[in-house]
């Protein structure tokens, strides 16, 4: 009962005030990634004809020599260049309008270190074409691989993605000196508040479309933003057994776009240019995904803002920062606590009548403890379940107490 009063007073701060409605209309962003000599062609064309005859605008992420063999091999690998019917198939949908092409990496191949024989990844779990690569080998990698793409397709490429969404500083930096001008990656790595690039992250997939631009009306006059990253191998028509949506779902999505009037959609040079905030402030503020990682779900359920999925302006990504800030502290903090009585309780009743289970006990919370942070911990990313049970465990440990010989006081 104790943690209902700070949630409720948590609600009631984190809500916005009734009645408002957004000053701006809802900008919305279509991201698709992978386009390469070794992407479904027969998918992609149906994808491209579902947008264009809904004059949906949408932005393709190309790759412009994809590794021949896995991505995951670092491996010196052949690249495989674009082939004359996925070019032609790009210059088609390029004359016909609201199509925007972006350079996706080079080769979109893993970058990894050798240690004792084996590749490892060079940040963790994340795979990366450019983390921890050199500037100087960055920037050629960007340069080459945007002078295929406007060769072959006679345009100018403004708009970077990098594979995986990884890059570090040293991308960035790269992205300027090379003329790119607009970023889109994932709402996480490091970020230069000083850069001049134009950030436009990813905030959520297909299937979340219509439920996250619901929740961005109810943000109050702050333009925000919903970007949808898709690839081919997420439709059934590609991949039965992994795939979670399908050309009809896809089509009865745009056809729902088309009817809301609050949605201004853009390709993702034309919202970096449109927009008037896209600094690398504004994505410093909006740079949660570590923090919506160790949120549950359900946390939603009761506070239904800040909500997931969303880009937001420069106040209310401060505002947002701050309430998840403040969930997950307070979670955490209430686990452990939850683990310290519980623990403290059996202690009373059985390491009282049994002291000499007492070290054994410690011995085992501490093996539990350190069992479970290795388990959460082993590949730097974070999530809910990890740190729950690494926070109740904590608390288990904190719990037991220490006997008197005359009893536990």
């Known amino acids: 009962m104790m943690g209902l009063a700070p949630l409720s007073a948590l609600r009631a701060a984190a809500l916005p005030e009734a009645g408002r409605t957004p000053q701006a209309p809802i900008t919305l962003v279509f991201r698709f990634d992978d386009y390469s000599a070794k992407s479904d062609t027969t998918l992609e064309k149906e994808i491209l004809e579902s947008f264009r005859a809904r004059r949906v605008p949408l932005t393709v992420s190309v790759i412009p020599r994809v590794a021949s063999g896995s991505a995951y091999d670092p491996s010196p690998q052949p690249g495989l260049p674009l082939p004359e019917e996925k070019i032609q198939l790009l210059r088609e949908a390029l004359d016909a309008g609201g199509v925007e092409v972006a350079l996706h990496g080079y080769a979109h191949q893993t970058v990894r270190r050798k240690i004792g024989g084996r590749y490892v990844r060079r940040f963790g779990r994340y795979d990366s074409e450019f983390v921890g690569v050199e500037e100087a080998d960055q920037r050629k990698k960007i340069q080459e691989g945007r002078a295929i793409l406007e060769g072959a397709l006679g345009i100018q490429v403004e708009t970077f993605v990098p594979p995986w969404n990884g890059y570090d500083l040293n991308t960035l930096k790269a992205l300027e000196e090379s003329g790119i001008t607009n970023f889109s990656a994932a709402r996480r790595g490091p970020i230069d508040v000083s850069s001049r690039l134009r950030f436009l992250p990813e905030t959520c997939a297909l299937a979340n479309t219509q439920r996250v631009v619901g929740a961005a009306r109810e943000v109050p006059g702050d333009s925000p933003v919903v970007v949808v990253l898709f690839h081919h191998y997420d439709f059934v028509e590609h991949d039965p057994t992994y795939g979670n949506f399908s050309l009809p779902r896809l089509q009865a999505l745009l056809d729902w776009v088309e009817k809301q009037g609050d949605l201004r959609v853009l390709t993702l040079g034309e919202a970096a240019r449109s927009l008037k905030d896209l600094s690398a402030r504004r994505f410093y503020w909006n740079r949660n995904a570590l923090l919506w990682q160790i949120t549950p779900p359900w946390v939603n359920l009761l506070l239904p803002w800040p909500p997931r999925g969303i880009y937001f302006g420069l106040s209310a990504a401060r505002r947002a920062?701050?309430?998840?800030?403040?969930?997950?502290?307070?979670?955490?903090?209430?686990?452990?606590?939850?683990?310290?009585?519980?623990?403290?309780?059996?202690?009373?009743?059985?390491?009282?009548?049994?002291?000499?289970?007492?070290?054994?006990?410690?011995?085992?919370?501490?093996?539990?403890?350190?069992?479970?942070l290795t388990y959460a911990l082993w590949d730097l990313r974070f999530y809910w379940q990890g740190m729950a049970a690494a926070a109740l465990v904590a608390g288990l440990c904190l719990g037991l107490r220490r006997p008197h010989r005359e009893g536990f006081r």
Do not use: C, D
């Open 321 to 372: 920062k701050g309430v998840l800030w403040t969930i997950v502290l307070v979670l955490y903090a209430g686990l452990s606590l939850a683990g310290a009585a519980a623990s403290w309780a059996v202690s009373k009743v059985v390491l009282q009548r049994y002291p000499s289970f007492v070290v054994p006990a410690r011995i085992l919370g501490l093996a539990g403890l350190l069992a479970v």
